[in-house]
Structures are given as C-alpha cells and as structure tokens.
C-alpha cells in the first residue's frame, strides 16, 4: 500500500484546511486510517483516526471539535478536515494505514503498518 498525502499550505489562525491522503491498493475499505503530525523539535503526535466503514472516529483534545476525519472507500481516500486552526497546529502531517484490526482506528502510531510522505500545515499568526 502506497500513501500519498496532499493539501498543505499556509494558512491564517482561524481559517481552514483540508488534507487528503491517497492510497493505492485494493484493500484500502478494509483498513483503519490515521492521521499524525509532528512539529519542529518535537515528537510524533496522534491527531485523529477512524475506522474501516467511516463509523467509528477518534481525535486528540487538542483537535477536537476543531477536525473532522472521513474517508470516501471508493476513492481510496481519507480526509481531515481541520477548521478554526491555530498556531499550534503548524506541523508537517502524516497519514497511516492501519493493515489489521480495521474497526479499530488505534492512536498508537506502533499500529500502524503504511505512512504515507507527509504534507506541511503552517498556520501564521
């Protein structure tokens, strides 16, 4: 499974984004999909995730309310959605597939098998 993530730029505090990620693969429907990011200096972070059928999600505090991930299957698709954006939210994005498990969408990066390269978010203040 291939990844590749697109939609990063550079964005003013309070607007909006959207980041999609592309796999390849036909069993795509059958995996759980994440989203992580990290910013400069420091660690990989879980930002959301949802399940193989789009019916179970899940997102960090820090995001909450804020995000929305989805996921079209037969686009091989996943989105994230992310509006009232801050300073802090400024990172270099990641998706992951996650092979096993799919009506889990896990938070631990540890579980996920396919990272797709990466889109920058940059939030000016």
């Known amino acids: 499974v291939q990844l590749q993530a697109s939609g990063g730029g550079l964005v003013q505090a309070g607007g909006s984004l959207r980041v999609s990620c592309a796999a390849s693969?036909?069993?795509?429907?059958?995996?759980?999909m994440g989203w992580f990011r990290q910013a400069p200096g420091k660690e990989r972070e879980w930002v959301a995730a949802i399940s193989w059928s789009g019916g179970i999600s899940y997102y960090a505090d820090s995001v909450k309310g804020r995000f929305t991930i989805s996921r079209d299957n037969a686009k091989n698709t996943v989105y994230l959605q992310m509006n009232s954006l801050k300073p802090e939210d400024t990172a270099v994005y990641y998706c992951?597939?996650?092979?096993?498990?799919?009506?889990?969408?896990?938070?631990?990066?540890?579980?996920?098998?396919?990272w797709g390269q990466g889109t920058q978010v940059t939030v000016s203040s």
């Open positions: 992951a597939a996650r092979a096993y498990g799919g009506n889990y969408p896990d938070r631990r990066a540890s579980q996920y098998d396919y």
């Open positions: 693969g036909r069993t795509f429907s059958s995996y759980a």
